[in-house]
């Protein structure tokens, strides 16, 4: 189940509906409950004024799923999130103690990520680095990333809308990343889900599109609140889609004060600078 957006379905176990990956977790003999359940439907929701505004995320749970109480999924999420957060701090021991520095970025599709990915691990040079990519299907983006001669391991998650800290472990042990070198870590592009999954990182990179619109950040705050930074990415399309860069910047910072903030062109290279010069930065203080 993805606790963030409770995209899996649900099953019934010993008369309860529980989440499938539960149900397996615990052993029990269980059955698909229906996709709609109309008798049992807990869901907070607010109508706005004429009744043209739904709202399922009002609740304790922050979600809604089909036959579950807000208190039955807190139950579950607490116990997905509790494993997932202890493989990542398994994860990040691993990594302090080489000194690498493991960023996750994180986008909707189209956003750019592995064009500037491509870049900066040419821009990079002889520096250390190692990527994970993740999708739902194909090696695509795992293929691109070895062109430029750096190593890649493609995640294929299926059905899943996000990486999760056993998948980046697995890959970790097969890559063995260098001493004081770069991690990243491509997760699928979503701006719901991987923002609540911890994957050992030491920070989030949220990279936006100027094409996508000044309000994504209003529009998809849990992302944007976890990130560390933003990239504001294809500046050089910025005049051709009379997109405000402040309006961009304001509505981050308003989901989220602290976060930083940088504006390039993965195509162009303008800004490229700023971003090496973060990165370099970065992983400075991981070695210190």
């Known amino acids: 189940m993805c606790t963030v957006c409770g995209c899996s379905d649900t099953v019934t176990a010993d008369g309860k509906v529980i989440s499938h990956d539960e149900a397996h977790r615990l052993g029990l003999a269980h059955s698909h409950a229906p996709a709609f359940q109309p008798a049992a439907l807990p869901f907070p929701h607010v109508h706005a004024a004429g009744h043209d505004h739904h709202h399922y995320g009002?609740?304790?749970?922050?979600?809604?799923?089909?036959?579950?109480?807000?208190?039955?999924?807190?139950?579950?999420?607490?116990?997905?999130?509790?494993k997932n957060d202890a493989l990542a701090a398994s994860n990040r021991r691993?990594?302090?103690?080489?000194?690498?520095?493991?960023?996750?970025?994180?986008?909707?599709?189209?956003?750019?990520?592995?064009?500037?990915?491509?870049?900066?691990?040419?821009?990079?040079?002889?520096?250390p680095l190692a990527v994970i990519e993740g999708d739902q299907q194909t090696s695509a983006d795992a293929?691109?990333?070895?062109?430029?001669?750096?190593?890649?391991?493609?995640?294929?998650?299926?059905?899943?809308?996000?990486?999760?800290?056993?998948?980046?472990?697995?890959?970790?042990?097969?890559?063995?990343?260098?001493p004081g070198s770069y991690l990243f870590i491509e997760n699928v592009g979503n701006l719901v889900c991987p923002a609540g999954f911890d994957l050992g990182e030491d920070a989030k990179v949220a990279i936006l599109s100027v094409t996508e619109g000044e309000d994504k950040p209003l529009k998809y705050p849990d992302m944007f609140t976890a990130a560390r930074l933003a990239i504001l990415n294809k500046t050089d399309l910025a005049p051709h889609c009379d997109v405000d860069l402040g309006l961009y910047e304001a509505n981050l910072r308003r989901v989220n004060p602290h976060i930083e903030i940088l504006r390039l062109s993965a195509r162009t290279g303008e800004g490229m600078d700023h971003w090496l010069d973060w990165l370099r930065a970065r992983l400075a203080e991981k070695a210190a």
């Open 58 to 82: 009002t609740g304790a749970a922050g979600v809604s799923v089909p036959g579950m109480t807000q208190e039955r999924l807190i139950e579950v999420e607490t116990s997905i999130l509790a």
């Open 94 to 127: 691993v990594l302090t103690a080489l000194g690498v520095l493991a960023l996750n970025l994180v986008s909707s599709p189209g956003s750019g990520k592995t064009t500037l990915l491509c870049k900066t691990i040419e821009a990079l040079g002889e520096a």
């Open 143 to 178: 293929d691109r990333i070895r062109t430029t001669g750096a190593r890649a391991i493609q995640i294929n998650t299926g059905k899943g809308c996000h990486l999760d800290a056993a998948m980046v472990g697995h890959a970790m042990d097969a890559l063995r990343p260098h």
